[in-house]
């Protein structure tokens, strides 16, 4: 029996198992290494984007050539194989039209580049940090820590905005202050405010735009630039900050009113004015 099981540990069929088992695990060592050092090697002249869609073609190919060699090793023909895969990827292409559109859309995305792992982009009512740009979809995480994937196709047919593009960024705060204000008065806080605020550059200088006559108000918009990794602060800050600013100088900032009137074919409402009564008035009026 041991003799029996000897020869059958022996035979091709064994060994040509055992050979293309240890050329898939060497195969998928050297493809997980190579691509770490392509992604080290693209990385200093090419984007993190760039990197990683090289890493993972190194990967790929270097297993695909590995499983090739033991599909070989096991007595596979490489040429009926790849017949195989030809009929097949002609039939998978036909039954999916979409997941081909997110293919080509994906070309367009990588040549086009409008955006890079670690970007925020605004998708529609979406907003997230890019994850990953495959062939197929987008990966997004938003800043409730959900994870969200668009497919290639709606980002091309999508109006698409990069929130971290440009390394600064402006915020357009818009204010309304009541009708007696100085309008110089006005101009005079909201620059002291931003000169102030340590998150507010310089250059470009902050821009005071008298917008017109509200309703109830004078429409303002104030403007201010910051870094980009600052904005969110900046916003933050300067609107409390001007709102500590015209309190303290008495500057209104007004809601919206609204008169009553019932027309002219019915008399005014009756207003009247009541006064409160002083105590001594109060006292002689509960003895009364």
Known sequence: MLETLWQFIQSDMVLNGLQALLLLSVGFLLARTASRAAEKLISKNFSRHHAVLFRRIIYWLVLALFAASALHQLGFSLGVLLGAAGVLSVAIGFAS???????????????EQPFQIGDVIKVGNTTGEVLSIDLLSVKLRTFDNLFVRIPNESLIKSE???????????????????????????RKVLFDVADQNPLSLDEPAPAFLFMGFG??????????WSTTENFRALRNSLQEEIKVAFDAAGIEIPFPHRTLYAGSETPPFPVRIVSEPTSGAADAATKG
Do not use: H, M, W
């Open 215 to 224: 309703d109830s108000a004078l429409n303002i918009q104030f403007s201010v």
């Open 160 to 186: 698409v905005t990069n929130l971290t593009r440009f390394p600064i960024r402006r915020f357009d705060l818009l204010l309304g202050v009541a009708y007696k204000e100085d309008i110089a008065k006005v």
């Open 97 to 111: 039209q979409t997941s081909a559109s997110n293919l080509i859309s994906g070309l367009f995305l990588i040549g």
